[in-house]
């Protein structure tokens, strides 16, 4: 099933000499963020992912954009107050796959006392200059219809807000506006060495299904690895030293739906801990996460029967139905790439980032840690970084610019849904609501002319059809079912595993393999 390309702004050229002014090294949120911004100001870039988009420490994480409450407790100000900032910001840019969530946070007698509770919040409420998200309000959790769910003994409780976030989707959505906008976006694309040569960087890339290998120059480069990024200056760039990062491991599980009730819930443990239960992807509860120090390869990193049963064990110590191990459908796990600050416990490591730029002829800039809610404002902080070394080219821009398909109004979310309904009318409900939470108004370029579900091509399971995977491959860089399954659209969870391997024979039969980009890369990469 053949696609149009979506249309392209006219892509920043490298000089004469095929140079980029920026070779990024990292595909997750912030590798893809800083190349969005960058190239947005009128820089060439040029982004190499080893694996997928978001399939390290993006793709695992709580799924949320806000502030962090408990970093309050670490006095941790500026990052808090920053990311209070950004959830509306990013809420207006991506309405589509962003949501305000109002989240429940017990009183737990014996931990942290009513009155402390009632300061955060209202410093939550008031240093971040909200505007949209309604404020926190007191519970008497034995009215409230959420009640229920609780144990008795938790009769008091505060709400509050923040935001969901399909987290990879914000990767692959960064990804496609830069690409939009005239980045060369590289998957499958091992960066093997990076070497200075003069004012240039001579950057070597092997396509990881061939093996074979190109030369990429560039007067900057950004290592964006996350987990990796200590592994890039050792083994790429050649510094052995290289120590700057704290790997701790975040683990989660799903079950089937706890409760029936928009609102999260925000729990303490006895240990100082701090975990969610959330509403997710409809029909699953997501609970999450674990804090523990991480020694192994990234790559390796799965979550501890230990950890589950801590999770199970936590979320029964509030919920009045006990959570079992055998109730997990799913589990996850990842390593957050904390800047290593000396912390004794690996919940009181800094989420902040940090930013250290090797000035040189060819200056080098290595990303350390960052987090969902404030990757824009973390590109933001690259870019002036950038612009010292290569110049200024452009203002920011990024706050104002919606995200691919996003381009509707913050509130307008069910108006998109019942529109595609009513253009669609062969679409069911449940379906129309999910193509507009993951595409927003690039579903209409994924559904095209069809009057029928017939002329969106083979099911896959659900309502997943041709049509959907075509865009995913042509546009989204998508490569395996994993990709599609359990990163552009979290179908893992229903589809059976059956219907998974139709879909992967599918797709290798319908790819044209690692490294393969859409027409317009292909056009962009050639210059």
């Known amino acids: 099933m053949a696609l149009e390309a979506g249309s392209a702004r006219p892509a920043p050229r490298p000089d004469g000499g095929g140079v980029h002014d920026i ?50 407790e670490h006095r941790e100000f500026r990052l808090v107050r920053e990311s209070l900032a950004e959830r509306e910001v990013l809420w207006k840019m991506a309405p589509h796959i962003i949501h305000p969530l109002r989240f429940i946070l017990p009183h737990h007698r014996g931990l942290r006392p009513g009155w402390l509770l009632r300061l955060g919040l209202f410093l939550y409420d008031n240093i971040g200059g909200r505007k949209l998200l309604p404020a926190t309000r007191t519970l008497d959790l034995t009215k409230d219809p959420i009640g229920p769910v609780l144990k008795p003994e938790y009769a008091r409780g505060f709400e509050y807000s923040d935001c ?80 700057h990062v704290r790997l701790v491991q975040g683990s989660h599980i799903v079950t089937r739906n706890l409760y029936d009730d928009p609102r999260a819930f925000i729990f303490q443990n006895a240990d100082n801990r701090i975990f969610f239960a959330i509403p997710y992807q409809d029909d699953f509860t997501l609970i999450g996460t674990t804090d523990r120090d991480y020694q192994g390869p990234p790559e390796d990193v799965a979550i501890t029967e230990e950890e589950i049963h801590y999770l199970c064990r936590s979320a029964s110590e509030y919920l009045r139905k006990p959570v079992s191990r055998e109730d997990v459908v799913w589990s996850f796990s990842g390593v957050r790439p904390l800047f290593d600050d000396g912390a004794s416990k690996a919940q009181e490591a800094t989420r902040d980032y940090v930013l250290r730029l090797e000035e040189n002829d060819a200056p080098l800039l290595n990303v350390f840690g960052g987090k969902l809610t404030t990757y824009r404002r973390l590109a933001q902080s690259a870019l002036e970084k950038i612009e010292a070394c290569l110049g200024k080219k452009g203002p920011d821009w990024t706050a104002s610019a919606a995200l691919p398909g996003g381009e509707f109004p913050v509130r307008g979310l069910s108006a998109e849904i019942a529109r595609l309904k009513a253009e669609y009318p ?90 393969a980009p859409s027409a317009a890369d292909a056009a962009r990469a050639a210059e």
């Open 164 to 243: 969901s976030v399909d987290d990879t989707r914000l990767v692959v959505l960064n990804a496609r506006d830069a690409a939009d906008r005239g980045a060369v976006i590289r998957t499958k694309a091992k960066v093997v060495s990076a070497r200075r040569d003069g004012a240039l960087w001579h950057v070597t890339v092997e396509d990881r299904a061939s093996g074979n290998r190109e030369e990429i120059k560039a007067r900057m480069l950004v290592n964006a690895a996350g987990p990796w990024v200590d592994k890039v200056l050792r083994e790429t760039v050649g510094e052995n030293d290289a120590h």
């Open 426 to 515: 062969f679409l069911g409900a449940a379906h129309a609501r999910r193509m507009i939470r993951l595409y927003g108004r690039r579903a209409w370029a994924i559904l095209g002319s069809a009057k029928s579900y017939a002329d969106c091509g083979r099911c896959f399971g659900g309502d997943l059809h041709e049509a959907e995977i075509a865009y995913l491959m042509q546009e989204e860089w998508a490569r395996t079912a994993e990709d599609v399954l359990w990163r552009r659209t979290k179908l893992g969870l229903t589809l059976s595993p059956e219907e998974a391997a139709g879909l992967e024979a599918w797709m290798d039969r319908a790819g044209s393999g690692p490294l």
């Open 23 to 72: 070779f990024v090294v990292g595909g997750g949120i912030n590798g893809c963020g800083i190349a969005r911004d960058a190239v947005g100001r009128g820089f060439s870039v040029y982004l190499a992912e080893q694996n997928d988009l978001a399939s390290g420490t993006s793709s695992w994480s709580t799924k949320l954009i806000h502030g962090g409450l408990r970093y309050l």
